[in-house]
Structures are given as structure tokens and as C-alpha cells.
């Protein structure tokens, strides 16, 4: 057994030194797809057994999985999460679209966001779908405006802000009350009043947060999820009826640094605090994004160069911040190995092409400089948040599904790009 063994049949692994892929030689799997590096590989089969572990967590319990299709919006990805079950939490009216077109029932989708356009408003009350979760006072007046213009009541879910701090980067925090998400305790009222005001045209149907994400554990899950709960049984003993409560998602994965509860203990635990709270009878909705796609993605980019002055050595890629923003963005920290061997004890600073300094992905021991390198855990927040920056175009994605290519996305290519700049 070589350093770093490991055995998987789903996700990543190591075989003889080299890393697999659902079971494969990840470099066979690169060779068979016919791409160029960076290119995104995803096993479909991890995704589907994630979701399907998750829902069996809830036994007979009404809920709903709503997969955070931010996450990764890929087609082949939303057709694998609907056909094991799970619905979608969307931020936009193009996701929303995405969820419809990938045969997803409108009464698994929620949209969420804080500034949705009047169109966006519009389309969610044409599908009928789940609930639109309101962040605001203002936002409730102006859906119930646009549900009067086409005649229709729209069915709303209450985002509320709960004021809990979670330890996780400022950026991916949203349930303190400094941040924009959500209706914030001194404005519950307000919105109450104004649900009272527009009850024509606006239908309660449920009480809804999200605390934030890369939660290792569900401490503070349960404490967001603990405000939920007094919320919605205030409002039940106002008379109004209610189909769910909407805990949000944010359940952590480990990149490497530190292990994360699985979300079945997550729905355990919430399943738990309904119990507790007496609320068991209505449908318990969880947004997982991050910890279903998250393991399950790596991204594969050739070495171009290495370059070393003094005791400096930097190993180069064709694989930059464009393709994966989340170390520059956040700080995050990716697990960046040798493709065909184990990792080494040299250490190299790793960097991209692209012209910003930002573009460095961190040092890491690979040992001797190989030819491609794999980032791991790169499933979530990578190729969804990818540009064409510097005039590099997106990556590929090839999905591998028991071990075999079932699709590849192959890149648009420069030249798609060259043409939309130049008849610009």
C-alpha cells in the first residue's frame, strides 16, 4: 500500500499510488473523455446515493430535500438529485427555469434571494411552485402586487433573520443580523402586518431560514432552527395555517482540515427538535447544497511549468482562479494532489495563469512535480462560480456514473468567446 491509500468506489480514491474515480483511474477517465485540462469530473452515483442516504434519514416524515442548485447547476446533476427524490431551492428566475426543464414539480421548488425582479416574481407565481421565501417587508408588498396583476394568490414562506453567529468565513454567514438575508426580529411585525394587509393576494405557507454554511456539526443549526420553530408557533396560535417549516441547509464537508457531521445527523437532529417543539405535523424542508455535490467534484489541471529562485518553488497550472474562485474568494483550501502518484513531502506554492496575485492556490506537498495535479472536493461553488476572465474560457465537465463516462460538457473553446467579444 503506497502513503495516502485509499479505497473508493464513489468519489475520489487511490489505487496503486494513482488517484480513481468512482472506482477508475481518474487519468484513464481524463484520456477516455477526450477533453483538454482544467476539466471538472463529478460522480453522479456518489450524488444519488448522498441524497438517498439523506432521505432515509427522515423515515416517514413529510419533508422535502431541497438541493441548493447553486451548488452546481449542471443538468445531468439536477436530473440525478430529482430522480432520487430531492427538490429545489433556487435563487433566480434562470434556476428556477433550469428546475422545470429538468422535469422537477413545481411544488418542489422554492425560490429564494433577496432582490427578485418583478419577471422572476411573475414566473414563480405562473409555476406554482412551493413558495416564494420573502426576505423583507418591502418584498411582501411587492409580490402581492405582482400576484394582483395577474389575478393570482401567491404562496409565500417567511425568510426570517435569527441572529445567530455561526464560526465560518464572513462571507458564507447569513443569519446574523448585520446581514442582508432574511426579515430581521424588530421587523416581524411589520411583515406580519403587512401579510394581514395583502391576505387576498399573499398565502402563509411556511417559516424559513438559513443560518449560513459549513456547519461541521448541528449546534447551530438547531439554535437558527429553534427561532424557526418559536416563529411558526406564534403564528399558529394567530389562527393561521401552515404546510412547513424550512431549517435552510449549510451542512459542512470536510476539505481536509477538519471532519463534518453527515447531513442525515442534521435531519436527525431537526426531526428531533420538531418532536420536541410540537410541530412534528408539518413538512420539515432542508436546503442542502455543498455537502451533496461538494465530495463529489474534483478538477483536473496540467502542470505548465515549474518555476523556482533560491528556495522558492512554484508549480504553474493551466487551472486559475477563473475555474476555481473559492481560494481567492474565501480563503478556502482545496486538497491539491498528484494525479498518478501519492503525495510527496516537497513543498511547492501552487498558482494559476491569470494575472492577479490573488490567483494562488497555496502551498501543498506533492513531492516531486508531476504532470497533472487533481483538486479534491470540488464539486460545489467551483464550476458554478467559473468565468471567462483574462479571455480563458470555462473548463470542461465529464460525469461518470458506476465507473463509466454517461456525458461530457466539453469546453466552449476561446474562439466562443473571441466571437461574443468581438460582435460586441
Known amino acids: 500500500m503506497y502513503p495516502h491509500e485509499t479505497s473508493a468506489s464513489l468519489g475520489f480514491g487511490r489505487s496503486n499510488g494513482r488517484a480513481t474515480w468512482g472506482g477508475q483511474p481518474l487519468g484513464d477517465l481524463l484520456a477516455r473523455a477526450g477533453v483538454p485540462t482544467p476539466a471538472y469530473f463529478y460522480d453522479l452515483a456518489a450524488i444519488r446515493a448522498r441524497v438517498v442516504d439523506l432521505d432515509r434519514a427522515f423515515g416517514s416524515a413529510r419533508h422535502l430535500i431541497a438541493y441548493a442548485v447553486k451548488a452546481n447547476s449542471a443538468g445531468s446533476i439536477v436530473r440525478t438529485v430529482q430522480e432520487a427524490g430531492a427538490g429545489i431551492d433556487a435563487v433566480s428566475g434562470g434556476e428556477l427555469l433550469l428546475a422545470r426543464r429538468s422535469d422537477v414539480a ?131 396560535s394567530l389562527g393561521h395555517a401552515l404546510e412547513y417549516v424550512d431549517f435552510g441547509g449549510g451542512f459542512g464537508i470536510d476539505y481536509g482540515d477538519a471532519p463534518a457531521a453527515p447531513p442525515r445527523e442534521f435531519a436527525r437532529a431537526a426531526l428531533g427538535m420538531l418532536q420536541t417543539r410540537g410541530l412534528a405535523d408539518l413538512m420539515l ?116 456514473d458506476g465507473g463509466e463516462i454517461v456525458r461530457v460538457n466539453p469546453s466552449p473553446g476561446v474562439e466562443s468567446w473571441l466571437e461574443r467579444r468581438l460582435r460586441s
Not at 315 to 320: E, F, I, P, R, T
Request: net charge negative.
Open 106 to 236: 413545481p411544488r418542489k421548488i422554492l425560490l429564494s434571494g433577496v432582490a427578485k425582479r418583478d419577471d422572476e416574481i411573475d414566473l414563480a407565481l405562473s409555476e406554482d411552485i412551493l413558495a416564494i421565501q420573502v426576505e423583507s417587508v418591502v418584498e411582501l408588498s411587492r409580490v402581492a402586487a405582482r400576484a394582483s396583476a395577474v389575478g393570482k394568490r401567491a404562496r409565500v414562506s417567511m425568510r426570517i433573520n435569527p441572529d445567530v453567529e455561526i464560526d465560518s468565513h464572513a462571507h458564507i454567514a447569513t443569519g446574523h443580523d448585520a446581514a442582508k438575508f432574511g426579515v430581521a426580529r424588530r421587523d416581524w411585525a411589520g411583515a406580519f402586518a403587512e401579510l394581514q394587509a395583502h391576505a387576498s393576494r399573499l398565502q402563509l405557507v411556511g417559516i424559513s431560514t438559513h443560518v449560513g454554511s459549513m456547519l461541521r456539526k448541528p449546534d447551530a443549526y438547531l439554535s437558527s432552527a429553534d427561532v424557526v420553530c418559536d416563529v411558526a408557533l406564534d403564528v399558529l
Open 285 to 400: 424542508v432542508v436546503e442542502p447544497g455543498r455537502s451533496i455535490v461538494g465530495p463529489f467534484g474534483a478538477l483536473v489541471s496540467r502542470v505548465v511549468q515549474h518555476k523556482t529562485s533560491g528556495t522558492r518553488s512554484w508549480v504553474m497550472l493551466d487551472a486559475g482562479m477563473n475555474d476555481l474562485l473559492r481560494p481567492a474568494l474565501y480563503g478556502a483550501r482545496h486538497r491539491i494532489e498528484p494525479l498518478d502518484n501519492p503525495p510527496g513531502t516537497a513543498e511547492h506554492q501552487i498558482v494559476g495563469p491569470v494575472c492577479e496575485s490573488a490567483d494562488d492556490f497555496g502551498t501543498f506537498a506533492l513531492g516531486d512535480v508531476p504532470q497533472y495535479v487533481v483538486f479534491r472536493d470540488a464539486g460545489a461553488y467551483s464550476f458554478s462560480m467559473a468565468s471567462e476572465y483574462n479571455a480563458r474560457p470555462l473548463p470542461a465537465e465529464v460525469f461518470v
